[in-house]
């Protein structure tokens, strides 16, 4: 029997979702995985819930503790990862999968700690064949695999590439938890305290190799009217993290895009004069959620309001959410594309959920190790068509060059 995948932090807020999702895809019994976390009681309690002939085992282990840890590692095939803010519990697991070359997933968007564990461990990952992928849940699936398909419809329609995306939000109704609220805070309290990181979380290319030179600049999003999509637009909260890693897939994938390739993400507000306050509203909105995050009174104040770790959207807003998105792509020749990504569920748990889990038994079923190697990859530079097509068939998503809804957006 093929060794496990390994749920730890199963008992998070969305490791509870990804546990129940794999429980239920293995009615049949042919799914080999567990569930690991540090409290036994709430296993023990997540175990009871769920029952039936191929109820899942579980390990104890400690964020904390190497000999747990690599205990999990030599028993998995692949470790799925839901134990964050991951730069404050993340590293010791990095470090047991690539000592002992086993493979993993995660959810982080923490870009500053991916750099850091990319700089420490990424030589050591090629040397042990552990191939480590990070952002495997809205962000950044959606817009890495979004980039590269609308990339092969336009080499195949256009016969060219785009040179430069734009990601367009056109519907979106979801939910944050308290883990999320937690990276974010964490995110900003690190950046608040050292300007080097202020200027990296600026820096669109900080996550590609150090020899990424390009000679343009990336857009800076700020409330505008987009003609492309014939709306108002404002900066959408989760571009910080998946430009990056869109970026890298270019970097990783030898620049099939080009080195001067652009990318931007924005969410639509509307082609009106709502939508124009809508737009100015929601970037002044952003701008203060992040001031308030970063100094140490208004997080104080904010972290009461905010959902704590272990909360997050109820079961129906879950069920009931959704995400609706627009690529817009121009080539160098002046043709343009369009193409769409629409997923079921809330954006940041149950459709998370479903893409993490995939990501993992994608890597673990699909991807050969002569195709993909050890190493610190991207979902779309390892696992790219055989994840669209587990995610169209199991994970409630489409990828398409029609819109799912043909009506006006909204935000
Ligand atoms: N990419 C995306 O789209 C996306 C979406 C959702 C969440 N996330 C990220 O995923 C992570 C989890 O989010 P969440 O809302 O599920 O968080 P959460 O409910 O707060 O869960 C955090 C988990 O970490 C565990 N933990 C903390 N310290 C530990 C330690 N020393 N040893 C073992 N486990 C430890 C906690 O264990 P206990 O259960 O024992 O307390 C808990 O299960 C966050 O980093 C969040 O930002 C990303």
């Known amino acids: 029997m093929s060794k496990p995948l390994i749920v730890f932090g199963a008992t998070s807020f969305v490791g509870q979702i990804l546990c129940r999702y794999l429980h239920e895809l293995n009615q049949d019994g042919s799914l080999n995985w567990l569930m690991a976390a540090r409290s036994e009681e709430k296993l023990k309690k997540l175990q009871q819930e769920l029952s039936g002939p191929h109820q899942p085992q579980y390990r104890l282990a400690d964020a904390a503790n190497e000999t747990q840890l690599k205990a999990l590692c030599e028993e998995a095939d692949v470790v799925i990862?839901?134990?964050?803010?991951?730069?404050?519990?993340?590293?010791?697991?990095?470090?047991?999968?690539?000592?002992?070359?086993?493979?993993?997933?995660?959810?982080?968007?923490?870009?500053?700690?991916?750099?850091?564990?990319?700089?420490?461990?990424?030589?050591?990952?090629?040397?042990?064949?552990?191939?480590?992928?990070?952002?495997?849940?809205?962000?950044?699936?959606?817009?890495?695999?979004?980039?590269?398909?609308?990339?092969?419809?336009?080499?195949?329609?256009?016969?060219?590439?785009?040179?430069?995306?734009?990601?367009?939000?056109?519907?979106?109704?979801?939910?944050?938890?308290?883990?999320?609220?937690?990276?974010?805070?964490?995110?900003?309290?690190?950046?608040?305290?050292?300007?080097?990181?202020?200027?990296?979380?600026?820096?669109?290319?900080?996550?590609?190799?150090?020899?990424?030179?390009?000679?343009?600049?990336?857009?800076?999003?700020?409330?505008?009217?987009?003609?492309?999509?014939?709306?108002?637009?404002?900066?959408?909260?989760?571009?910080?993290?998946?430009?990056?890693?869109?970026?890298?897939?270019?970097?990783?994938?030898?620049?099939?895009?080009?080195?001067?390739?652009?990318?931007?993400?924005?969410?639509?507000?509307?082609?009106?004069?709502?939508?124009?306050?809508?737009?100015?509203?929601?970037?002044?909105?952003?701008?203060?959620?992040?001031?308030?995050?970063?100094?140490?009174?208004l997080r104080w104040l904010m972290g009461r309001f905010l959902p704590k770790p272990g909360e997050g959207p109820s079961p129906e807003m879950q069920r009931t959410g959704f995400f609706d998105l627009v690529f817009v792509g121009h080539t160098a020749g002046g043709k343009t594309i369009r193409t769409f990504v629409y997923g079921e569920r809330d954006p940041g748990y149950g459709a998370t959920a479903r893409m993490l889990g995939q990501a993992a038994l994608c890597l673990s079923r699909d991807i050969d190790r002569d195709k993909v190697a050890g190493g610190f990859w991207t979902p779309a530079s390892a696992l790219g068509n055989h994840l669209i097509q587990r995610l169209e068939q199991h994970a409630g998503m489409r990828f398409s060059t029609d819109p799912v809804s043909a009506e006006a957006p909204q935000s």
């Open 81 to 297: 990862s839901t134990v964050g803010p991951y730069a404050l519990y993340g590293e010791p697991l990095i470090k047991a999968c690539v000592e002992s070359g086993t493979d993993y997933c995660d959810l982080t968007g923490e870009t500053q700690w991916i750099r850091r564990m990319i700089e420490r461990y990424e030589s050591q990952a090629q040397e042990s064949g552990s191939r480590i992928v990070h952002c495997c849940g809205f962000d950044s699936i959606p817009s890495d695999l979004g980039v590269w398909y609308l990339q092969q419809q336009s080499q195949k329609e256009l016969d060219a590439p785009c040179q430069h995306v734009k990601m367009r939000v056109r519907k979106f109704k979801g939910g944050f938890s308290g883990g999320t609220v937690a990276s974010m805070m964490n995110v900003a309290k690190e950046a608040a305290a050292d300007p080097a990181l202020r200027r990296e979380l600026q820096d669109p290319y900080s996550l590609c190799p150090p020899d990424n030179k390009p000679a343009v600049r990336q857009h800076k999003i700020t409330a505008a009217r987009d003609d492309d999509v014939d709306s108002w637009i404002a900066p959408f909260v989760m571009e910080g993290i998946n430009t990056r890693v869109v970026h890298r897939s270019n970097a990783l994938l030898g620049y099939p895009w080009g080195q001067d390739f652009l990318y931007d993400e924005a969410v639509m507000t509307g082609g009106d004069a709502k939508g124009q306050s809508r737009a100015k509203r929601t970037a002044r909105g952003q701008t203060l959620m992040m001031l308030g995050f970063a100094l140490p009174p």
